[in-house]
């Protein structure tokens, strides 16, 4: 059965749609993405595939019964309603369902484009702030299930990425070993760092919030047919210290317009260094690591190969 035979059955079995047209989109890191348009009702929708046969996939799709219930909650209850995507639930009373092949979250579709590597207008940088300022104002007494969301500060890539760091590469394919070589003792030191810096903030009750942990501007989305932006992708949301969504703000051109509307919701915020610094570290590292695992474990094309090295290559470059 071909692929698009395989999502009209998912499509079919799952979520009761007949006759539907599957197109391919531009997917993200974490999964496929395509367009599925009902003629008959015109309505179309977004479905997610994380291929089984990724290494990262375990990653992603762990946590899925226990993060979209909360997507779900903030998008009804709070001042997020119509900021954030939730997954349609299956005919079988479920948000994900799988095959063979795949694990399979279906959307409502959302005509519009990320902001990629535009500039945010004004208008879009206070209303990321107020969405991310929102979410933060989250997380005391949550009415779902939140034991297995909690940030336990661990870095669980580090021992697998610490071997190979050990041999200097030996036993990598050669581009990979290329690549990597001038980087080992500067990666070295920033496992070491990370782990010293866990140790700490374990240790410093810090006090946590609802935080999305990938705020990037592809996961930031303008539709078309409203102003107000939307924040896709929460398969890293956790209970965590704010500083783990802060993160990818605090270096932008934007940063102080950000926080003075982030301060209107939370006026007694200061942000916490050590904090901000091992989510920095953490993140490179994470990076790092999961282009490294794409290229020894995950099956590629040619080009998709070369794609991977020139991303590793690039986070390795912004190392300082």
């Known amino acids: 059965m071909n692929l698009m035979n395989k999502f009209t059955a998912i499509l079919s079995k799952y979520y009761g749609l007949e006759q539907v047209e599957v197109l391919r989109q531009k997917g993200g890191w974490?999964?496929?993405a395509y367009k599925v348009t009902e003629p008959e009702s015109r309505r179309s929708y977004f479905l997610k595939v994380y291929e089984k046969d990724r290494s990262s996939t375990p990653k992603w799709t762990a946590r899925i019964d226990q993060y979209v219930p909360i997507t779900s909650w903030l998008e009804q209850t709070t001042g997020l309603h119509g900021k954030i995507p939730v997954p349609m639930m299956t005919t079988h009373g479920h948000y994900r369902c799988e095959d063979d092949y795949g694990i399979y979250l279906l959307y409502d579709y959302i005509d519009g484009e990320t902001i990629g590597d535009k500039p945010l207008t004004q208008e879009q940088i206070c209303?990321?702030?107020a969405i991310v300022a929102e979410l933060h104002s989250c997380g005391k007494e949550l009415p779902v299930q939140s034991e297995n969301i909690v940030e336990n500060f661990e870095l669980p890539f580090a021992l697998s990425l610490k071997n190979i760091l050990m041999t200097k590469?030996?036993?990598l394919p050669g581009d990979v070993y290329d690549l990597l070589g001038p980087y080992v003792e500067a990666l070295n030191r920033m496992i070491f760092n990370a782990d010293e810096l866990s140790a700490v903030i374990k240790q410093s009750q810090l006090p946590l919030a609802l935080c999305h942990t990938d705020i990037h501007p592809w996961n930031v989305m303008q539709p078309q047919s409203r102003r107000q932006l939307m924040l896709i992708d929460w398969e890293g949301l956790k209970l965590a210290p704010v500083e783990a969504d802060l993160m990818f703000v605090v270096d932008q051109s934007y940063f102080n317009e950000f926080m003075q509307i982030y301060r209107q919701f939370h006026p007694d915020f200061t942000l916490n260094g050590r904090t901000l610094t091992f989510y920095q570290i953490r993140r490179k590292l994470e990076d790092v690591w999961?282009?490294?695992?794409?290229?020894?474990?995950?099956r590629q094309s040619p080009s998709e190969r070369t794609s991977t090295l020139q991303s590793l290559e690039k986070e390795l470059l912004e190392i300082k």
């Open 30 to 32: 974490a999964a496929l």
């Open 127 to 129: 209303q990321l702030a």
């Open 290 to 298: 999961e282009f490294i695992e794409q290229l020894l474990f995950d």
């Open 169 to 171: 590469g030996a036993g």
